[in-house]
């Protein structure tokens, strides 16, 4: 039995976003609990899908005493201020002080933290953590999937262990093989040897998913080297197995694009007890990444491209098309209301085609008060007016009323207890388009969401989704195919549009593109 502190401290930072992140956000409880300290934490993150919660279970399973620390997250936003990260690091380090004697430390950590005062927010929490508790203390975290890994961050951990999964249904999980490999490190007392290697381009979160190539492929290599070197461990060496005897742990995050800092991108490291198998595995994954560097630069359709390419497509599918209008996601800020994509598929006559959702509470809310069977007078969506769009007026009739009460069956949302008002589905009976009216910003990812105004997703010819990538969890199963569309929204997926002043010299801003002078 060991005595280990375990804490946390997660913020997603987008610099190009207009609000930082203050001291107030930190402290509010959200989808996630609020700022916890002490012995309350165990209790408070017990039960959530996230990181610290996995680590606690596996770690009082191991039968380790807990020294709790703080926890706490805020949603994304830009720049967490001064005040915001200097209190929540001032709290670690006093209870780390407080909680001696120590043998090991857990943190829960986004990975993509930028502080005002330290554009590697992480690495430098890691910095005075190690600082505190001298070079021999393990230290090991969990990461997100969309961690800008930097060499600080390398250096200081013993240890990091980043998600696999995009859409994130491993968070708990990478909780728990965080909290396995520290209790490892406690018994072998062996330091891990460190491969880290950067990749030079950015990777837009449109294609990181991995349910779809190239990142699919690339995390299946990832769990046979570390596979094959377990394999080669305990038979004293498996053919095939025996070059990656030593692994220990791999860590691959593909970055968080819009952070505009030296040391934004895709990154990787590789943990192991033999130098020579490290640093081959590492050369390894970061050749096959760069070896599919194409495949990371899919093809993104206007929208009249896509209603054109899914009609073609839908003549002979026996499932759905899905168009993904990818950057009017309401999960990355998007207003969920821009039309671009409902135009083009009245313009194309998309007959059964639906979108969903077009936040628009005006309109739900009248389509309620006319009631089933009505017609609805005025336009829908382009409300708040993002995009410099107008509302889109067709011969709307209302064909379906909701009162946005039902339950979540996907695997992201399952058994959650949706509360978003009024909805409603209308459909233009001139094109035999329909639309889901929603009167909440609410992405577009779980099934019921359509099933809750009478429409069964799988037996749509053409399913409009405002979603980047989390959606796929639950719908592509379902799916024909699915084409990415670039449609008006505030969830802007090209780099290249960005005003970035502090990217290292040689980064690409896209998969395939120009390195920047
Ligand atoms: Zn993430």
Not at 112 to 137: N, P, S, T
Not at 227 to 245: A, D, E, K, T
Not at 485 to 513: K, W
């Amino acid at each position: 039995m060991a005595r280990i502190a375990v804490g946390g401290f997660q913020h997603e930072t987008n610099t190009f976003a207009p609000q930082r992140a203050t001291w107030a956000d930190f402290e509010r409880a959200d989808a996630w609990p609020g700022f916890v300290r002490g012995a309350e934490l165990i209790d408070a993150v017990e039960g959530f899908n996230i990181p610290i919660a996995g680590a606690v279970k596996t770690l009082q399973e191991l039968r380790h005493e807990l020294v709790p620390l703080c926890w706490c997250s805020a949603p994304p936003s830009s720049y967490v201020e001064r005040e915001a990260y200097e209190k929540v690091a001032a709290a670690l380090l006093d209870d780390l002080t407080a909680g001696a004697p120590l043998d090991g430390v857990y943190l829960d950590l986004h990975g993509a933290m930028v502080a005002e005062h330290h554009e590697d927010g992480e690495g430098e929490l890691l910095r005075r953590i190690r600082a505190l508790v001298g070079d021999k203390m393990p230290i090991v975290t969990s990461l997100d999937y969309h961690t800008n890994l930097t060499p600080e961050m390398v250096q200081h951990a013993s240890a990091m262990i980043g998600y696999r999964t995009y859409p994130h249904i491993d968070m708990a999980d990478t909780g728990s093989r965080a909290a396995q490999l520290l209790d490892r490190l406690l018994k072998d007392r062996r330091p891990l040897y460190k491969a880290y290697r950067q990749i030079d381009f950015l990777i837009p979160l449109v294609w990181q998913c991995t349910l779809a190539e190239p990142a699919k492929g690339i995390f299946a290599l990832i769990e046979e080297i570390e596979q094959s070197s377990r394999r080669g461990g305990s038979q004293g060496g498996s053919p095939g197995g025996s070059h990656n005897q030593g692994i220990v742990s791999i860590t691959h995050t593909p970055g968080f694009p819009p952070a505009d800092i030296a040391q934004c991108g895709p990154a990787l490291v590789v943990y192991g007890l033999d130098r020579d198998a490290a640093e081959a595995a590492a050369d390894r994954i970061a050749a096959a990444i760069r070896d599919r560097e194409a495949g990371f630069a899919g093809k993104l359709y206007t929208p009249d491209e896509a209603v054109i390419e899914a009609l073609r497509i839908a003549e002979r599918a026996t499932k759905p098309v899905l168009l993904a209008d990818i950057q009017d996601n309401p999960g990355a800020g998007g207003t969920s209301d821009t039309v671009g994509l409902l135009r083009a598929l009245i313009v194309h006559r998309a007959t059964g085609a639906v979108i969903g959702m077009i936040v628009d509470p005006e309109a739900a809310e009248a389509a309620t008060a006319a009631g089933e069977g009505a017609r609805l007078e005025g336009g829908i969506g382009a409300k708040v007016g993002y995009a410099g769009e107008t509302p889109v007026e067709a011969d709307w009739r209302i064909v379906r009323l909701g009162t946005g009460r039902f339950t979540g069956t996907g695997p992201m949302y399952g058994g959650a207890k949706f509360q978003i008002g009024p909805m409603a589905l209308l459909t233009d009976e001139a094109s035999g388009v329909s639309a889901v009216l929603a009167a909440k910003r609410i992405q577009a990812v779980d099934q019921e969401m359509f099933r809750h105004v009478g429409v069964e997703p799988a037996e749509v010819p053409i399913l409009g989704l405002k979603s980047t990538v989390h959606f796929r969890a639950h719908f592509q199963p379902i799916a024909e195919t699915i084409l990415c569309v670039q449609s008006p929204g505030a969830h802007v997926s090209d780099p290249t549009e960005l005003p970035y002043r502090h990217l290292r010299p040689g980064i690409r801003l896209r998969p395939m593109g120009l390195a920047r002078e």
